[in-house]
């Protein structure tokens, strides 16, 4: 019998309390939450994300990623609320495991 792996802390809104916690199948599951079925698009998002907090020890600002995602599938700049419609903080950075900004207006 397979030994259950416990689930990541998070705090009340769903954020992870430590993004090391963080996997691609639980950003799955949080994207199934949030009703996005992760595409190419998402992935390059969230990898650029998990990636610039790795370098930095910060979330990116939405500028940086919407300059990434530009670079890698063009299109307009409104793309990252496209693909997270309830915004950048409320569901890009919970599904990238990122903790919750303590004070962003980006979304």
């Known amino acids: 019998m397979e030994a259950m792996t416990k689930p990541p802390a998070i705090d009340d809104q769903g954020y992870l309390l430590d993004p090391a916690e963080w996997s691609e199948s639980l950003a799955h ?10 595409t ?19 979330i990116p600002d939405v500028r940086f990623v919407i300059r990434h995602l530009g670079e890698r599938h063009g ?16 569901q890009a950075c919970r599904i990238a495991g990122m903790r919750k900004p303590r004070s962003w207006s980006t979304g």
Do not use: C
């Open 29 to 38: 599951e949080l994207a199934r939450q949030e009703n996005i079925e992760l």
């Open 75 to 90: 299109g307009s700049r409104n793309r990252v609320f496209e693909l997270f419609p309830f915004g950048y903080v409320k």
């Open 40 to 58: 190419e698009q998402h992935w390059t998002v969230i990898h650029f994300m998990r990636d610039f907090f790795a370098e930095h020890q910060v």
